[in-house]
C-alpha cells in the first residue's frame, strides 16, 4: 500500500501505535526508577559522618542531587554546590551529553571560582575529576559520568552509585578546608 501523505516511518509509527505506547510507558518507567536511585543516593549522604557539620541534600529536579553547608547559603541559594546532574535516560543511553559530577556555584558568584580553582589546584589534597579553569564557567570541578553499555544496567547502577558518592564524599572533606572562602563569598552577595 502506497501512502501518499506520510513517510515510511509514521506508517510503522501508526501501525505498532499499541507497541509505541508501551515503550513509551516503559521509558517514564525507567526516569521514575532513576529519579528514585537519586533519591536513594540522597538518603545514602545523610548518613556519611561530614553530614553531621551542617550539610543538607536538595534535589532541585528529578535529574540532579547536590549537597552544601547551611553556613554556605545566601537566600534561597548556596555559595557551592556539590552533586551530580543529567541523570537520565536520554543522558545514560542516548545523544545527550553523559550525566556529570560537579562542584558548582551560581554564575553571579563566577569571580570566586578563580579563587576556588587555584586552592583546589595548589592544595594536598587530589582532584577527582577535573579543575575547570575556563573564566566564564560555573563549574569549579567536572567529572563526566560514563555512559550505560549495551545490557549493563543493574552492574552500571553499582558503579555509578560507587562514583557519585566518592566524588561527594571527597568534595565534601576538600571543600571544607576553604570553609571560609566560601562563607566570604556568601557574605559577599548578601
Known sequence: MTVEYFSEESVFVAENWETVQDILA???GLEEDMSAFLDSLAEEVQGRDWWQEGWECRRPNNLEMYVSRVAWRFGKDHAVWIGVEALNPDSVFGDDDAPLLYVWTPE???PSNAELVSR???GS???L???DYKTDSDYVV????PKCPPRELETYA???REQVLEFIDHYAGVMMQYDDVIRSMADEDE
Open 26 to 28: 516503559a521509558v517514564k
Open 108 to 110: 553571579h558568584l563566577k
Open 120 to 122: 583546589l589546584a595548589s
Open 125 to 127: 589534597q587530589p582532584v
Open 129 to 131: 575529576g577535573r579543575l
Open 142 to 145: 567536572i567529572d563526566p559520568v
Open 158 to 160: 553499582h558503579a555509578v
